[in-house]
């Protein structure tokens, strides 16, 4: 059997390496290593794919939330409300900007933002809500902009781990994950369903003058070269990363299948073992049957994370290591107890989800290049453990 991985970025290149070194050694030739055609070519490509009407390539995923935050205009002392049980990034921005980050628990099934949760915390210097797409499914958006309506905020999309998944409306219209509020974030860092080999990160949205604002924040504040009309930071795609993603992105929807395949496997081999909780696929895709079915793409399995309700996560966790079987615990302290971000404003109360959580959850292999039996030997070990 081939050597398991968390993720299998090897064997996946080897797949396209003929196509990604071709570009890669077309923009070693034109030196056009910023803002080269690539770059254009991309940001075309995959405004295309979205069917949205503006794609702001940047640096990387963290900075894309920090330049949505700057070009949407919040002040210092403005509350941005956020899920507490998500990756740091999503509460660090908030931090950078001055903002105030307000966190609240998230749902037992999806891990997404807890949407009872969100309307108490609102306050009248609520400005933003960040809804984080975790793991790869879209937060409960019909919901969330009812409420961001009903308030008059922002929403700003933290879609790092969903690119890819559709979202679907109680009258069946569809949207891509990102594209869905006044602005979305996705990351491209490697291990991603669409991910570069290097650092990458891009800004979606359909609002001309947000992405007139984000264009020139990117670069500098600049619009014409030495003249700075706004407050920018220096936060660019570079060339060779385009190329990848140009390559990649034709193939993202046959990644996302084959990681829904995977998928499938897991939750049919844990399906009758009383201690595992597999994962929602939460959707409102006509004949959708909740089960990863073929007939919609509401989740994109960014991570395939498993709930143990025996106390023996822990426990599990080092069998697997050391039955070779890497595997990974997203995540194991919530944001409202981590020392940067703890405030006399929670109560632990606020997060009974998330603290069971912390303690349930672990995330196996979950990758495009997973075969049959990898996934058998993975299930068995874990089922002969967890019974």
Same mark, same amino acid.
């Given at each position: 059997?081939?050597?398991?991985?968390?993720?299998?970025?090897?064997?996946?290149?080897?797949?396209?390496?003929?196509?990604?070194?071709?570009?890669?050694?077309?923009?070693?030739?034109?030196?056009?290593?910023?803002?080269?055609?690539?770059?254009?070519?991309?940001?075309?490509?995959?405004?295309?794919?979205?069917?949205?009407?503006?794609?702001?390539?940047?640096?990387?995923g963290t900075d894309a939330l920090q330049i949505a935050m700057m070009g949407l205009g919040l002040e210092p *002392?403005?509350?941005?409300?956020?899920?507490?049980?998500?990756?740091?990034?999503?509460?660090?921005?908030? *931090?950078?900007?001055?903002?105030?980050?307000?966190?609240?628990?998230?749902?037992?099934?999806?891990?997404?933002?807890?949407?009872?949760?969100?309307?108490?915390?609102?306050?009248?210097?609520?400005?933003?809500?960040?809804?984080?797409?975790l793991f790869g499914q879209c937060a409960n958006m019909e919901a969330v902009l009812a409420i961001a309506k009903?308030?008059?905020?922002?929403?700003?999309?933290?879609?790092?781990?969903?690119? @890819?998944?559709?979202?679907?409306?109680?009258? @069946?219209?569809?949207?891509?994950?990102?594209?869905?509020?006044?602005?979305?974030?996705?990351?491209?860092?490697?291990?991603?369903?669409?991910?570069?080999? @290097?650092?990458?990160?891009?800004?979606?949205?359909?609002?001309?003058?947000?992405?007139?604002?984000?264009? *020139?924040?990117?670069?500098?504040?600049?619009?014409?070269?030495?003249?700075?009309?706004?407050?920018?930071?220096?936060?660019?795609?570079?060339?060779?990363?385009?190329?990848?993603?140009?390559?990649?992105?034709?193939?993202?929807?046959?990644?996302?299948?084959?990681?829904?395949?995977?998928?499938?496997?897991?939750?049919?081999?844990?399906?009758?073992?009383?201690?595992?909780?597999?994962?929602?696929?939460?959707?409102?895709?006509?004949?959708?049957?909740?089960?990863?079915?073929?007939?919609?793409?509401?989740?994109?399995f960014h991570q395939y994370t498993l709930r143990i309700t025996n106390g023996k996560r822990n426990e599990l966790?080092?069998?697997?290591?050391?039955?070779?079987?890497?595997?990974?615990?997203?995540?194991?302290?919530?944001?409202?107890?981590?020392?940067?971000?703890?405030?006399?404003?929670?109560?632990?109360?606020?997060?009974?989800?998330?603290?069971?959580?912390?303690?349930?959850?672990?995330?196996?292999?979950?990758?495009?290049?997973?075969?049959?039996?990898?996934?058998?030997?993975?299930?068995?070990?874990?089922?002969?453990?967890?019974?």
């Open positions: 059997m081939k050597k398991i991985q968390m993720v299998d970025l090897q064997s996946q290149y080897q797949k396209i390496k003929e196509t990604v070194d071709a570009s890669i050694e077309e923009v070693l030739n034109s030196s056009a290593y910023i803002n080269g055609p690539y770059v254009h070519e991309f940001q075309a490509a995959l405004e295309e794919y979205l069917n949205v009407k503006h794609v702001i390539p940047c640096a990387n *002392g403005d509350e941005v409300i956020t899920a507490d049980f998500t990756f740091a990034a999503t509460v660090e921005v908030i *931090g950078l900007l001055q903002l105030t980050p307000v966190l609240v628990d998230v749902e037992p099934d999806t891990f997404n933002i807890d949407i009872e949760a969100l309307k108490k915390a609102i306050t009248p210097k609520t400005k933003a809500i960040v809804p984080v797409h009903e308030h008059n905020l922002y929403v700003i999309e933290d879609n790092a781990q969903a690119i @890819g998944a559709d979202y679907t409306f109680a009258d @069946g219209t569809k949207k891509k994950a990102g594209t869905i509020g006044n602005v979305g974030t996705t990351s491209f860092f490697p291990s991603k369903n669409l991910g570069c080999y @290097g650092d990458g990160g891009a800004i979606f949205t359909n609002d001309d003058d947000l992405a007139h604002t984000l264009r *020139g924040i990117v670069n500098h504040g600049m619009y014409k070269r030495y003249y700075h009309d706004v407050v920018g930071v220096n936060s660019r795609l570079d060339s060779i990363q385009a190329a990848v993603l140009k390559a990649k992105l034709p193939l993202l929807d046959s990644y996302c299948e084959a990681r829904r395949n995977a998928a499938r496997f897991y939750n049919n081999a844990f399906a009758n073992n009383p201690s595992i909780i597999t994962p929602t696929v939460s959707s409102k895709a006509a004949n959708c049957s909740g089960n990863i079915c073929s007939t919609c793409n509401c989740h994109v966790h080092q069998h697997l290591l050391d039955n070779g079987i890497p595997n990974a615990i997203y995540y194991p302290v919530p944001l409202h107890a981590q020392k940067a971000y703890r405030d006399d404003r929670y109560n632990e109360s606020d997060f009974t989800v998330t603290n069971q959580l912390i303690d349930e959850v672990i995330s196996l292999p979950m990758h495009t290049e997973l075969d049959e039996e990898q996934l058998s030997f993975i299930t068995k070990t874990v089922n002969d453990f967890i019974n």
